[in-house]
């Protein structure tokens, strides 16, 4: 079918289309694109990712400037019976251009009185269309600093030691910006460590369960396997305690402004993320707010920054104590279901990851939590996972997201953009500078075996298929200057 010259209609979604249209001579797209049409019938989806690439996010400089326009399902089916009757003409107006702006980030904290450099972070993106993503969000941080902000003045509760930062970012780009900025990225020389303790991600809370779901509303994420630390067992703990059980379920990581849980950023992020039945459409207006779910998610919130912001000694002893009690419970609970040795090793490596976690939240003379990895210890004895082997040892030189935007078509040689490729980011988040290849294949191969606090499990590769690959990718990623390689010899 020859379609260069006109516009084309599709079910699907125009961003997976717009590539191969524009190849072909297309001039624009109308799509009726919906993910989940019977459901939402007369809803128009929101596409807010137009870059060639199928991967890619953005429309950027270099892209083609080919128009798109979305229509309801129903719509879809009345456009589809006329063309079934024969071609017919649309008229498009576009009012647009490419041009270099800003991101706009809003941020406002509680001044901590004793470590006021210091910071926990609550985060979460504003710019999109919809009440629930996120507008929700928003407020339900806006709420969270009323709520602790008012309790301070009534004299109910003191002023933190630390101070808790509010940050309303651009998705994603916003929020490296800002990590990057903190940290120096820019300018190797002056790179400097974060100094924000833990943070928590909020999008869309006030979410809405699909029609005749009984399934619980709320997900909580957890921090990717490579930065196990404290702030999963304790937000695990605060929902256990105050959800009920019917609300909410454990999910692991996904990337969304959490992105801060990147060992390379370095900072233990949660996300509660509720399912959202109109995510991205027209249909995400007000009166689809769940007040109850925001009410919950905010006292939760509101919670958990306040006890991290003002810990001392005793709550960094409760949360060791927290740590190590998990920690015990799933490595006898990985003893019983007779998992291998390897997978013990690792799993006890990022229990005692986690618990050295709590050592920021505890002064330096009571920082000793030499017991409690004693206490672990007592539960598996086995052998850790040697860190110096012979073999090819990566080192970032990207501490962000790998999204190839960068590279031309040829330099990326046939590869599309890896920014939402979950096997593209476990390598990068496992990849320290110290581990070789093989090592960050078998720290990815049991990272995709349920962690304590996750209920789900992702398919496991083939060691050997899955090596070959590794190395490959990362050979790559050496030639395009996102890694350095080293040999290492073992010692």
Partial sequence: MNIRGKAIFTWAHPHRVKALAAKHGAIGIVSAYMHNPEDLPDAVAWVNSWSDDPGGWPMIAGDTPLWGFNLSPNQGRRLAHLLSQGEIHVHAEV????????????????????????????????????????????????????????????????????????????????????????????????????????????????????????????????????????????????????????????????????????????????????????????????????????????VLGATYLYLLADAQQKEGAWLAKLVTRHAGESLEQAQKDHLAEASLSYLSERMHTALDSVGRFIPGEDRNLSAYHEQIRSIYKGPQRPRHTEGIVPSRLCKSTITFDRLTSEEREGRSSPRWSGHWRDMMFWCDGVRTIDQIAECMRQSQRPYPYETEQRPLHHPSEQVEALHEMFEFLARRGYVECSIQKSS
Avoid at 111 to 140: C, K, M
Avoid at 164 to 181: D, K, N
Avoid at 207 to 215: M, V
């Fill in 95 to 298: 009012n647009s251009r490419l041009y270099e702006g800003s991101l706009p980030i809003i941020t406002g904290r509680i001044q901590g009185d004793a470590r006021p450099g210091e910071e926990l972070l609550v985060l979460g993106h504003l710019f999109e269309q919809g009440a629930i993503d996120n507008a929700s969000g928003g407020a339900t941080m806006l709420e969270i600093a009323r709520l602790i902000q008012t309790l301070i003045k009534r004299g109910k509760l003191r002023t933190p030691r630390r101070s808790i930062r509010f940050l309303f970012t651009s998705e994603c780009y916003g929020t490296y910006a800002y990590m990057h900025e903190l940290m120096g990225v820019s300018s190797p020389d002056n790179y400097r460590p974060l100094p924000i303790l833990g943070g928590l991600c909020l999008d869309s809370t006030g979410g809405s369960a699909y029609a005749g779901e009984d399934a619980p509303g709320i997900h909580l994420h957890f921090n990717p396997h490579a930065l196990a630390s404290y702030a999963d067992a304790f937000v695990l703990e605060l929902a256990q305690r105050h959800w009920s059980p019917r609300t909410w379920t454990r999910r692991r990581f996904s990337m969304t402004d959490n992105l801060i849980a990147d060992p390379a950023i370095g900072v233990p992020c949660p996300w509660i993320a509720p399912v959202n039945r109109y995510w991205h459409t027209s249909a995400d207006t007000m009166d689809k707010v769940v007040p109850e779910q925001h009410t919950q998610i905010a």
